[in-house]
């Protein structure tokens, strides 16, 4: 398996491809801004991409997933308390940030526990709520797709409609905490990181 990353965007969020070699089959994870540049680059590595996913439903995560879901004819998912924001821009907070973000609505819920598979390998969702309601993350044993819920050494900003500082740390310290240490992160934002560095390094952690 192997993940690629574009990022895109004013906020330098990032896009993430992840591919199975073997089936040549790739999932999209949060095609933020810029459609047209990422439409070239999904086109550009020849997958048969299979879903779009969305850690959570904010604007600088979802901008591209018509774009994506369209040319490639794949469906959207995202988990049910962040569905709304999808196609409200006051919600999803682009208003907020003087433009106007409007997404297609999901086609399926990721909740708690599912799994989406990729060739032979399988991901669960988990549910990380504080970001925002609906924040998931995409696991599985050597990697961790964070979103916004956490960042290398930080976390993201709980100051947003339906965020909890509270919440976002008990999600942490639940769910993400318990993980090897070896596990890679990819969050939404900023560079990867391991989960046993941030064990070590990240000042939420030990909140
Ligand atoms: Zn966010
Ligand atoms: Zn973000």
Request: charge should be negative.
């Given at each position: 398996?192997?993940?690629?990353?574009?990022?895109n965007?004013?906020?330098e969020?990032?896009?993430?491809?992840?591919i199975?070699?073997?089936t040549?089959e790739?999932l999209?994870?949060?095609?933020g801004?810029?459609?047209e540049?990422?439409?070239?680059?999904?086109k550009?590595?020849?997958?048969?991409?299979?879903?779009?996913?969305?850690?959570?439903?904010?604007?600088?995560?979802?901008?591209?997933?018509?774009?994506?879901?369209?040319?490639?004819?794949?469906?959207?998912?995202?988990?049910?308390?962040?569905?709304?924001?999808?196609?409200n821009?006051?919600l999803?907070l682009?208003?907020f940030?003087?433009?106007?973000v409007?997404s297609?609505?999901?086609d399926?819920?990721?909740?708690?526990?599912d799994?989406v598979?990729?060739?032979?390998?399988?991901?669960?969702i988990?549910?990380?709520p504080?970001h925002?309601?609906?924040?998931?993350?995409i696991v599985?044993?050597?990697?961790?797709?964070?979103?916004?819920?956490l960042?290398?050494?930080?976390?993201?900003?709980?100051?947003f409609?339906?965020?909890?500082?509270?919440a976002l740390?008990?999600?942490?310290?639940?769910?993400?905490?318990?993980l090897?240490?070896?596990?890679?992160?990819?969050?939404?934002?900023?560079p990867?990181?391991?989960?046993?560095h941030?064990?070590?390094?990240?000042p939420?952690?030990?909140?």
């Amino acid at each position: 398996m192997k993940v690629k990353t574009l990022i895109n965007g004013s906020f330098e969020e990032n896009c993430y491809m992840v591919i199975d070699e073997t089936t040549n089959e790739a999932l999209v994870i949060d095609p933020g801004s810029e459609p047209e540049r990422i439409l070239n680059w999904l086109k550009g590595a020849n997958c048969t991409i299979k879903y779009v996913l969305n850690t959570h439903g904010h604007s600088d995560h979802i901008g591209c997933n018509t774009a994506v879901c369209d040319e490639f004819k794949v469906k959207l998912g995202i988990h049910p308390l962040d569905a709304p924001m999808l196609i409200n821009p006051q919600l999803n907070l682009s208003t907020f940030w003087g433009m106007e973000v409007i997404s297609k609505p999901a086609d399926f819920f990721l909740n708690e526990n599912d799994i989406v598979t990729l060739g032979k390998n399988t991901f669960k969702i988990i549910h990380t709520p504080g970001h925002s309601p609906g924040g998931i993350c995409i696991v599985n044993d050597n990697i961790i797709f964070s979103g916004d819920s956490l960042f290398a050494e930080s976390i993201g900003r709980t100051d947003f409609p339906g965020g909890s500082t509270k919440a976002l740390v008990t999600s942490l310290k639940n769910k993400i905490l318990p993980l090897d240490n070896n596990v890679i992160v990819y969050p939404g934002h900023g560079p990867t990181t391991t989960i046993g560095h941030e064990k070590d390094f990240n000042p939420y952690f030990s909140v």
